[in-house]
């Protein structure tokens, strides 16, 4: 046991004394990177644009169109080696005229519900759907009410996010359940409408949108789907309690149409050493239609295309292709990140790396990686390299829904995600507060900063 | 060296060692406190009745007046072992009227500009006070130009904030003496008045007041200082380029009255072994009157009742006499933190440990100490308990301006301040924009929690 302990502590010693040495030049880039992110940055006023000159990017939209001439236009101005379009055809779901929604607790006394459609959702009849409400807080309790009590009504599902987990990323996970399956399991009870509580940690009036899933419910079985607002939920089930044959109205229009054409933005910057091999750093282009999709993912977006900016201002030469991906449809079928995989699958195009920015463009605090010993052994030695910059919290964990296909496919090393704090994703998340000003400046910039240093050091020391 | 090294890691090991097995229950008890804040918090609710309710707090206000009275009631309502008010003479100075400016290029052609009274400032003379205008970036430059350039001009302090730093308090040390020092330094080179860019990081239209000294000037060569925005500071800027012969007009209102009777609130939960060893966690109460004081510091003052609070809602009976301090003008005097150090002196109150939150209520990334080796030592191994809160930033620093005088007066052991995410702190500061709205309930509540959970250790724990 002692003899383990030490040779651990001597690899470790070993490992400090390599890193010590590495460390000393790197850092003086890395503080050049910061510098130019933070003194000189691009991202913020590319932000700006595609924020308040284009505005919401969803797949098939008109704003979806103009993000990729406006990216690809900008990218070029860079000097990039090679910047290009890839075809990719994408679904197009509209949310057509408002919504419209109350809650009758007997004939004539309405109040009015602050709710919005789920994407994929079919559009409720015409004249909308008036019925009995169930609340449920899981399928279990949906599952033991059965069809007896469910059928003919819609279902209200109110499980709200665990406040008391510190990465919300982890309440959003306990909670979006709802959201994305909760058509079809009501389904299955014959209800005929879903109503689910915002994805939000906030009590606030903003439905949260959000993809969802009929999975194989027959045609003429799908239900419309429809997010309400933190507060409308509590309003919601506490007139429940009182009232508890009340009726919940809404009118939905929303609706699918055929795949349209879009691309993923592509530009690249040619590896002097290994040109036939990849690093790729990327965010979604596309966003959800009620805010302007600053957070989700115009962030990410500029971001990673500041990566590339950054590393030719100060005049690096990349050993490895390095390349920015803005990635169309992450949202409603992450068409974009399976095309680009199977690209690089159909061309062999190995890429060592592939870091994904879609958490919002919050300081960031460090990264997530899916790599294996060996290699997450070298990324945790350049940790210390971002402590000045409080951006040091590496662990093992998933990377980014973008760049998974990518590992699918077999084409990736490994995989990381930029981590920033996460208190104030689910305020914005697929809302319409989702908006430019609700993105600091500096935050965004360090993010960028932290991204092109990660970059950086994979470029310079590979992997194994 | 290898012994040595051998000597430092077993030691290392030992201390690991204990630290383990000290953390299973500590992580359990911190993990409730951290629950109770987020699940159960008070501190979103008392800032918003502060913010909201009451509003800015500058001393000598009915503001101030008024959130004495509710803080008091609020700490009553806990069922603290005492509250009490401490008798503070605070200063008293007001802004009266609007501040009025513009910029005029030539006779008639004038552009408005975002400007505030200082702290402290003598007010323009009657009508106003109209100047060509001097642009400098440090007092060296104010130096060289000397009374030939200076003299009945008025000085444009316009050095900004610097954007690389990545802590931003940083970047305000390296600004803020144009602001504090400023009006003295150009009144001897017989300027007739001052205006200093806004310590804000942000290019925005809000003017940032904060407290400013004329030193030993004479009465009657007093100057008016105001603050600029920075967008009206780059705007000057520019046009003094174009046309350095431009006049600069301002009207402000501000004046200086007599001192008033004000109070710190104090509550305490008496020590069950050491009830005369004291622990001390608070923020200040009083604020500028822009804004309303949400960041600076209404969000220190609920967290810091909330530390009590929270402590009672677990049960916890603390060893030490713990208590919380609400300190009366922090911001234009210190009053408060003085009187507090003077009485804890007069009554032989020595304190074991002071923690003070003072830097907005963003995401906590951690504490700094001013400390001993050998303390210092023993907090580097509560580091870990904090890592699950990302909350584990722990180095030796500065603490806080309300405890420092207890330092100087020799009745506190250790020492330490909160240290929040800092990146958005200065884009409120002493502004209008400083209200309830800018501050997340998450980000705040994890700050008490954090609190908290020191608060406990250091109780459980003593010092050396």
Known sequence: MKKAL??????????????????????TIIKEIYNTSLIDGASYDWLDYMSNNIGSRLSGSLGAELAVKYTKEQLEELGLDKVWLQSVMVPKWTRGGKEFSYIETSPG?????????????????????KAEVVEVMSFEELAVLGKDEIEGKIVFYNRPMQADLIQTMGAYGGAVSQRYAGAEEAAKYGAVGVIVRSMN???????????????????????????ISTNGANYLSATLK??????????????????????NVIGEIKGSV?????????????????????????????????????????GYQPKYTIRV???????????????????????????????????????????SFDANDVNFNQIKSWESL????LANWFTKGG?????????????VTVLSGLRPDSQRYFDYHHAANDVFESVNKRELELGAAAMTSLIYLFDKYGVK
Chains 1, 2 share one sequence.
């Open 6 to 27: 030490f040779l651990i502590l001597s690899i470790s010693i070993i490992t400090n004394g390599l890193s010590q040495k590495v460390n000393k030049e790197d850092s």
């Open 109 to 129: 006394m309405t109040t009015q519900a602050d709710i919005c459609a789920l994407g994929g959702s079919v559009p409720t009849p015409y004249g909308g759907l």
């Open 201 to 227: 940690l906030r009590l606030d009036d903003y439905p949260h949108t959000g993809t969802m899933s009929y999975g194989d419910t027959p045609e003429h079985l799908l239900i419309p789907a429809c997010a």
């Open 242 to 263: 009182l009232q508890p044959k009340l009726l919940f109205y809404y009118s939905m229009n929303c609706r699918a149409h055929q795949d349209v054409q879009s691309y």
């Open 274 to 314: 290994y040109p036939n091999k990849y690093i790729v750093v990327g965010g979604h282009l596309d966003s959800w239609d009620l805010g302007d999709g600053s957070q989700d993912d115009g962030a990410g977006c500029v971001q990673s295309m500041e990566v590339l900016r950054i590393l030719k201002k100060i």
């Open 325 to 367: 991906v803005l990635f169309m449809n992450e949202e409603n079928g992450l068409r974009g990140g399976k095309k680009y995989a199977a690209e690089a699958k159909r061309k062999g195009e190995h890429h060592i790396f592939a870091l994904e920015s879609d958490a919002g463009g919050f300081t960031p605090r460090g990264f």
């Open 386 to 389: 971002f402590e000045p910059y």
């Open 399 to 411: 990377s980014g829904a973008d760049i998974g296909p990518l590992k699918k496919e077999g084409m």
